[in-house]
């Protein structure tokens, strides 16, 4: 099928849709980034799921066997410290060595990595929460940037824009390829976020229930049951805002941070990343702090990730035709007559 939209995105990625399967904490492995990437977008797996960076590179060549050899990303959390770096610059030694070609970087700021990214020819782009931090990393030479909305699962920041409005601040003060996020569920937030003045949206929630996903299918089917009021924002306390499935464990964990005020010690046994990988086998999903973004509203069935797409693509053609429908005829009654 022909290219619906044409951008800087889809140029920077030579993809068929103006849309980014990001990273999704242990569940962004080959099976799902491939699927993507097969449907006309661009994927980035989650390099933090993989325990080792053999693991890693493991993963990446099995995701080239699934694409057949189209390119596709990483997704690396960036921390402070030491040990850190040396686990970054190791996982970017993999990805070096494997010839991938796109990197999508998130957390604290990809500067002491980017003269090495781009002198192995990988393009970065950075995922930020603000448009504040967007211009910071626009000057340190990323190559684009996915500004977040405050609809979107996982970290949204702390000033909690919502993306209607921070697409248009971020269009007219970025330079750079703009990729948007947050609430993105349907072909009509594609042409939405164009039309506002993006280059394409990234996608995260609305591809949970993606038969790819290796998730429980008990969590799948409770996320098609969910809708938009299934989410609460916690962790406030420690100014590392997540927005997460509002199950039990959600409930318990702003509880707590309304009595103790933010105490990590008392948090971080019941927020602890591994309880939500054991919630994805288990299909337990109350137990877990589980990162889940309002457009699980559109989540309404358990497919393959080329059926939501295809369902994506039919949205924007029908987005696109009631724009065209809402245009003004010409008065004909006004037009001048012409004479035989």
């Known amino acids: 099928m022909a290219a619906l939209f044409n951008t800087r995105i889809t140029d920077l990625y030579g993809i068929r849709l103006p849309v980014i399967a990001s990273g999704l904490m242990w569940l962004a492995n080959a099976d799902y980034i491939g699927a993507a990437v097969n449907a006309g977008l661009m994927g980035f797996m989650t390099a933090a799921s993989c325990p080792s960076p053999d693991a890693l590179r493991d993963e990446i060549r099995r995701c080239r066997q699934i694409t057949g050899g189209k390119p596709f990303g990483v997704n690396i959390g960036i921390r402070k410290g030491e ?175 309304s009595a103790n005020g933010g105490d990590i010690d008392v948090l971080l046994p019941h927020i602890a990343g591994a309880l939500g990988r054991k919630a994805y086998q288990s299909g337990d999903y109350e137990q877990a702090i589980l990162s889940l973004g309002q457009s699980v509203a559109f989540a309404d069935r358990i497919e393959p990730i080329a059926a939501i797409v295809a369902r994506l693509e039919a949205e924007a053609r029908a987005a696109l035709s009631r724009l065209e429908g809402l245009q003004p005829r010409p008065d004909i009654s006004a037009m001048p007559t012409m004479l035989a």
């Open 83 to 257: 040990k850190e770096d040396q686990r970054i610059t190791r996982i970017i030694d993999v990805i070096v060595e494997e010839g991938v070609r796109f990197v999508e970087t998130y957390g604290y700021s990809p500067e002491a990595y980017i003269p090495r990214l781009h002198d192995a020819g990988i393009k970065v782009l950075h995922k930020v929460p603000s448009v504040r931090f967007a211009l910071k990393a626009q000057s340190i030479g990323v190559d684009a940037i996915t500004v977040v909305g405050a609809e979107a699962g996982g970290h949204p920041g702390t000033d909690l824009v919502g993306t209607f409005v921070q697409s248009v601040v971020a269009a007219r003060k970025l330079h750079v390829p703009l990729v948007v996020a947050g609430g993105v569920g349907t072909g009509a937030h594609i042409v939405s976020a164009l039309a506002l003045g993006a280059d394409a949206v990234a996608i995260g929630t609305r591809f949970l229930v993606a038969e790819e996903i290796w998730a429980h299918h008990k969590y799948k089917e409770r996320l098609v049951a969910a809708d938009e009021t299934h989410t609460a924002l916690i962790l406030q306390t420690l100014r590392k805002t997540q927005r997460a499935f509002a199950n039990e464990k959600a409930k318990l964990v702003a509880e707590l941070e």
